[in-house]
């Protein structure tokens, strides 16, 4: 996979806004300084639908209470950390798979 890491959410959503197609999918950390990640995805939705890009949060807390709040924002998938090598890649994999990015 081909990765843009951003420090901020106003640098990922400058990054993400300046594009003419969205990327391929976009995890964002909710604790990110200034616009956080349940903000950025609200922004993100002004812009593109879950089906044209999809959005996996990324947080400290549980992944059913910040899947359940970032759900009411627009977001796809939430996992909690620390984050497991294969169950990222799983999960990319299928997002993809879901958009027809990649094949089976």
């Known amino acids: 996979f081909k990765t843009t890491a951003k ?3 106003e ?3 400058n ?3 300046g594009e003419p197609e969205p ?3 976009v995890l964002v950390d909710v604790s990110m300084p200034g616009i956080d990640g349940y903000e950025m995805t609200q922004l993100v939705r002004e812009v593109w639908g879950p089906d044209e890009l999809p959005i996996v949060l990324i947080s400290g807390y549980d992944a059913s209470d910040t899947l359940k709040k ?3 924002l627009g977001a796809n998938d ?3 950390k620390p984050l497991l090598k ?3 890649v799983a999960r990319v994999k299928w997002h993809l798979q879901q958009r ?3 094949e089976s």
Request: hydrophobic share 50%; net charge negative.
């Open 11 to 13: 640098e990922a959503l």
């Open 23 to 25: 990327p391929d999918i």
């Open 7 to 9: 420090i901020s959410g």
């Open 78 to 80: 939430a996992m909690s």
């Open 100 to 102: 027809g990015r990649i």
């Open 86 to 88: 294969d169950e990222v």
């Open 15 to 17: 990054f993400l806004l």
């Open 70 to 72: 970032g759900r009411l």
